[in-house]
């Protein structure tokens, strides 16, 4: 079966003053541009490209992973259509599920639920002014590192971007993190090991079929400048070219994002009242589709 054929279709939930969430299944006019313009989608062939792609993979015997066509595109966009980048990015990615399965494979959903109701991870509804979806990680004060790990963490961030990666959209405009680290405390600094920072720089630039245009942090405190440091040797010119730091400054921010499409507390003009119930629908919707990607996979673990 087509893993597309699992996703559930006209996505829409209420958000409140922030407004509704809405996953997309076409590119708009401005989209289409991009799309040709950045990822070379008018001038390859289509067709023939994604067989080349699939053909990789066939010949990847210890490998299974869904062969229809939505699913070969995903990956090939963000890698400007590129058979070979593209093969390379799937092959990375479920390598890298294979060897962190308590990363890797979804969380069970009820621990979603606790996810989601803490307010440690949150989809915006709204786009940014480019149609790069936001995605709000609030990992200071709201989290509380007794009743979430850090893996179970980045497990669910990873559910967000396999949520994020069918749109046709997201695939290319990209996602923007803003990453509000207010009140974050030293136990929590100390669960940021040299290994984790690894993983995760590895996952976000070798792995995931997503373009990160921008990463930025925000109300870090001078603990932060020690997660940081450790997370320094891992990083890869790109990504560090595109990390913006705030501070306590909303105004800085207000320089990369529309304050129209942001929460009042990071200096937009909506309201947020979020109870992570919009959420957790989210999450459910998606339950058969993440149950079906766990059927994929490398066969045994590569070298």
């Not at 010949?59 to 963000?78: A, G, Q």
């Not at 060897?99 to 949150?122: E, F, K, Q």
């Not at 149609?131 to 709201?142: A, C, D, E, F």
Request: with cysteine.
């Amino acid at each position: 079966m087509a893993c597309r054929a699992l996703l559930p279709q006209d996505v829409r939930l209420d958000m409140g003053p922030l407004g509704t969430l809405r996953l997309e299944e076409q590119l708009d006019e401005k989209l289409q541009r991009v799309a040709s313009e950045e990822l070379r989608e008018a001038d390859v062939d289509i067709p023939d490209t994604i067989a080349a792609l699939r053909t990789r993979l066939q010949e990847e015997k210890e490998l299974v992973v869904p062969l229809d066509d939505e699913y070969m595109i995903t990956f090939l966009r963000p890698c400007h259509w590129y058979p070979d980048s593209a093969f390379q990015k799937m092959c990375n990615f479920y390598a890298f599920k294979a060897r962190n399965p308590h990363v890797g494979r979804p969380l069970p959903m009820s621990r979603v639920d606790v996810v989601a109701n803490s307010g440690t991870v949150c989809i915006l509804p709204r786009r940014d002014q480019f149609g790069r979806r936001m995605l709000l990680l609030q990992t200071g004060r709201k989290w509380d590192p007794k009743k979430l790990t850090m893996d179970e963490l980045l497990s669910a961030v990873l559910m967000f971007l396999e949520i994020a990666i069918v749109e046709p959209s997201t695939q290319v405009a990209g996602v923007v993190i803003l990453w509000d680290l207010e009140g974050l405390s030293l136990s929590q600094v100390l669960k940021f090991t040299p290994t984790f920072a690894k993983n995760l720089l590895h996952l976000i630039q070798d792995c995931v079929p997503l373009r990160v245009k921008a990463f930025h942090f925000i109300n870090q405190s001078n603990l932060f400048d020690i997660a940081f440091n450790v997370l320094k040797p891992f990083l890869k010119e790109k990504l560090r070219s595109r990390l913006y730091f705030h501070g306590k400054s909303s105004k800085t921010l207000l320089d990369h994002v529309d304050p129209k499409l942001l929460p009042k507390q990071y200096g937009g003009e909506l309201e947020m009242h979020f109870d992570g119930g919009e959420l957790v629908a989210l999450f459910h919707l998606f339950e058969t589709y993440f149950d079906e990607l766990t059927k994929y996979g490398y066969t045994k673990l590569p070298k």
